[in-house]
């Protein structure tokens, strides 16, 4: 008598989502590769906390999902994301990081990443970001990736308040923001002290600032 009941069938190992782990933090490797080989469908094939020998390991090994640490001792996820896409465009790529970074998102995308996604995501999320990764989906916001686009047509978006400012005045307020004196800064840009005075007094006015400490805490926060 044959027995004709049906229990789900587990994935060969031919079938399973091969995955690739890069973080420094052997805690961090550990906990996610127990995460995700708890999962049927998933198998982790590799693991490093280099980003060097990543770089050089993955290629070789060719999962289907590289989980990449931002940010690592010797380099960074995203560059080694730019290198194995180069080298195999079929390797998906997910940039996992403790840091919310407009920059690093923008870094990411513009490597080839699939996926950004932050360390405090939930266990279950994360498993799901793998499986969509691996067949094909981006899991980046769309309005997310229209602004990396308009960047890329348009450039760094232009801070609004220093649009009010000339040129001159600008790079009167990056010395400003270095700690320059208007002497220091005349002798710089071959200007008269007294002129230098007059531009900051313009450059203040327009910024709605009173004072040569604001200007400097102006220019660390909007200077890049």
Avoid: W
Wanted: glycine letters at 6%; one cysteine or more.
């Amino acid at each position: 008598m044959t027995d004709d009941s049906t229990e789900p069938s587990t994935p060969s190992a031919d079938d399973r989502i091969r995955v690739f782990l890069l973080d420094d933090h052997e805690i961090v490797r550990r906990g996610i590769k127990e995460l995700l080989e708890g999962e049927p469908d998933i198998v982790v094939v590799g693991e490093s906390g280099l980003a060097d020998e990543a770089a050089r390991r993955i290629p070789a090994l060719r999962p289907d999902v590289a989980i990449l640490d931002a940010r690592l001792p010797d380099g960074s996820g995203i560059d080694v994301c730019r290198e194995i896409r180069s080298r195999d465009p079929q390797i998906k790529a997910l940039i996992l990081t403790s840091y919310d970074d407009d920059e690093a998102l923008f870094a990411a995308i513009m490597a080839g990443a699939a996926g950004y996604t932050l360390k405090q995501v939930r266990g279950n999320d994360l498993v799901d970001t793998v499986r969509r990764v691996a067949a094909g989906q981006s899991t980046l916001d769309p309005s997310v990736t229209a602004a990396v686009l308009d960047r890329v047509r348009n450039g760094p978006p232009v801070d609004k308040e220093l649009e009010r400012l000339t040129a001159q005045e600008q790079r009167i307020l990056d010395l400003i923001g270095e700690g320059m004196t208007n002497r220091q800064i005349g002798e710089h840009m071959y200007l008269a002290e007294k002129t230098v005075k007059n531009y900051v007094s313009s450059m203040l006015a327009k910024l709605g600032l009173s004072s040569r400490t604001q200007a400097a805490i102006f220019a660390t926060k909007h200077q890049k």
